[in-house]
């Protein structure tokens, strides 16, 4: 019995002493930083792109050489979906990974800024647009009259529709329930269909339990790391949207507190980012259509010349509306139009 006790009070002193020491390395990690950033994105751990974004925290903590260390939340994890945004405002968290469309409110010109329905899926128009011809500047104005800082945009692929039944023509749309907020809900409503706003980590259970007809992801990706294909098997060939753009964005008061140094560190972290999107979700995409396909993904029959006439009218008007959401949205809309 004493023999007992004896290693009892042996295990209990050896897991006090490694608690301690525990304890102990994560006070001195976190010492060890001049700065200690929450970054949220829209994913779940484990998938694709929630896994990006776990590296852009990684590169910051490199190119800052740990002077910034960072902590990556996933969809669910303290913020969601639909608060994001006011939480890099407030500095609830750092840094944040937002979807434009499920903030239409609070700041207009981002749902301009992702794309509306029939913008271009060519990469190097995009860049030229945010990089050589003022989106960026008019960007960095709006998010910063919101206290935040714009950095680095990212490319995502297009935009497509999966539904649970086949569509046969445009007119199928009419009453469906479709998750699809911000413009992209604009223009499915145009065509009568009635857009739903739901997170991406609400998109399958909407689905199995019939709150919802359809969805769009932000690409193919999102449908299939969200096992879309089990409970919806059809998928619309038209896009909605030939690429998303999406923003890194960072709590001004943090910003503000960085060196120039750091500051740097940080944008070229967002820059790798940026390209590191690009090259991956092209593959990706190839992939994970590849995949839904072996999983019984179908494609909805080919959009006829009337479908396509009606699809490309149901986007026309989506132009003049936004423009007048505000100042800003307006000056992208402007510079939009130089290019006709």
Same mark, same amino acid.
């Given at each position: 019995?004493?023999?007992?006790v004896?290693?009892?009070?042996?295990?209990?002193?050896?897991?006090?002493?490694?608690?301690?020491? +525990?304890?102990?390395?994560?006070?001195?990690?976190?010492?060890?930083?001049?700065?200690?950033?929450?970054?949220?994105?829209?994913?779940?751990?484990?998938?694709?792109?929630?896994?990006?974004y776990?590296?852009?925290?990684?590169?910051?903590?490199?190119?800052?050489?740990?002077?910034i260390?960072?902590?990556?939340? /996933?969809s669910?994890?303290?913020?969601?979906?639909? +608060?994001?945004?006011?939480?890099?405002?407030?500095?609830?968290?750092?840094?944040?990974a937002?979807?434009?469309?499920?903030?239409? +409110?609070?700041?207009?010109?981002?749902?301009?800024?992702?794309?509306?329905?029939?913008?271009?899926?060519?990469?190097?128009?995009? /860049?030229?647009?945010?990089?050589?011809?003022?989106?960026?500047?008019?960007?960095?104005?709006?998010?910063?009259?919101?206290?935040m800082?714009?950095l680095?945009?990212?490319?995502?692929?297009?935009?497509?529709?999966?539904?649970?039944?086949?569509?046969?023509?445009?007119?199928?749309?009419?009453?469906?329930?479709?998750?699809?907020?911000?413009?992209?809900g604009?223009?499915?409503?145009?065509?009568?269909?009635?857009?739903?706003?739901?997170?991406?980590?609400e998109i399958?259970?909407?689905?199995?339990?019939?709150?919802?007809? +359809?969805?769009?992801?932000?690409?193919?990706?999102?449908h299939?790391?969200?096992?879309?294909?089990?409970?919806?098997?059809?998928?619309?060939?038209?896009?909605?949207?030939g690429?998303?753009?999406?923003?890194?964005?960072?709590?001004?008061?943090?910003?503000?507190?960085?060196?120039? *140094?750091?500051k740097?560190?940080?944008?070229?972290?967002?820059?790798?980012?940026?390209?590191?999107?690009?090259?991956?979700?092209?593959?990706?995409?190839?992939?994970?259509?590849?995949?839904?396909?072996?999983?019984?993904?179908?494609?909805?029959?080919?959009?006829?010349?009337?479908?396509?006439?009606?699809?490309?009218?149901?986007?026309?008007?989506?132009?003049?509306? /936004?423009?007048?959401? *505000?100042?800003?949205?307006?000056?992208?809309?402007?510079?939009?139009k130089?290019?006709?």
């Amino acid at each position: 019995m004493l023999d007992n006790v004896k290693k009892i009070k042996s295990k209990l002193a050896t897991s006090t002493l490694a608690l301690t020491l +525990g304890l102990s390395v994560i006070a001195t990690d976190l010492a060890a930083a001049d700065h200690n950033w929450r970054f949220s994105n829209l994913y779940s751990r484990g998938t694709a792109f929630g896994e990006l974004y776990e590296g852009l925290g990684k590169d910051i903590e490199r190119l800052s050489e740990g002077k910034i260390k960072v902590q990556t939340l /996933y969809s669910g994890e303290g913020v969601g979906t639909s +608060g994001l945004l006011g939480a890099v405002k407030s500095g609830l968290i750092t840094m944040g990974a937002p979807f434009q469309s499920m903030h239409a +409110g609070e700041l207009p010109a981002g749902v301009v800024e992702i794309g509306l329905p029939g913008g271009t899926e060519d990469a190097g128009e995009l /860049y030229a647009l945010f990089h050589k011809k003022g989106w960026g500047e008019v960007l960095e104005k709006a998010y910063g009259s919101q206290g935040m800082v714009w950095l680095e945009p990212y490319i995502q692929p297009p935009v497509y529709i999966i539904t649970k039944e086949p569509i046969q023509s445009v007119e199928d749309f009419k009453g469906m329930k479709i998750r699809a907020p911000g413009a992209y809900g604009k223009f499915l409503r145009n065509l009568g269909a009635s857009p739903v706003s739901l997170a991406w980590s609400e998109i399958y259970t909407s689905l199995a339990t019939g709150v919802i007809d +359809g969805s769009i992801g932000s690409n193919l990706i999102d449908h299939r790391d969200g096992n879309h294909v089990e409970v919806a098997k059809y998928m619309y060939p038209l896009p909605l949207a030939g690429a998303q753009v999406l923003p890194i964005v960072v709590n001004r008061g943090a910003w503000r507190k960085l060196p120039d *140094d750091l500051k740097a560190a940080v944008r070229e972290a967002t820059e790798i980012h940026a390209q590191k999107q690009l090259e991956k979700s092209r593959q990706w995409e190839s992939e994970a259509l590849e995949k839904m396909i072996s999983q019984g993904l179908k494609w909805s029959p080919a959009a006829s010349d009337q479908d396509k006439q009606a699809w490309a009218q149901a986007g026309s008007g989506l132009w003049d509306e /936004y423009a007048a959401k *505000d100042k800003y949205s307006k000056q992208l809309i402007d510079i939009l139009k130089q290019d006709l």
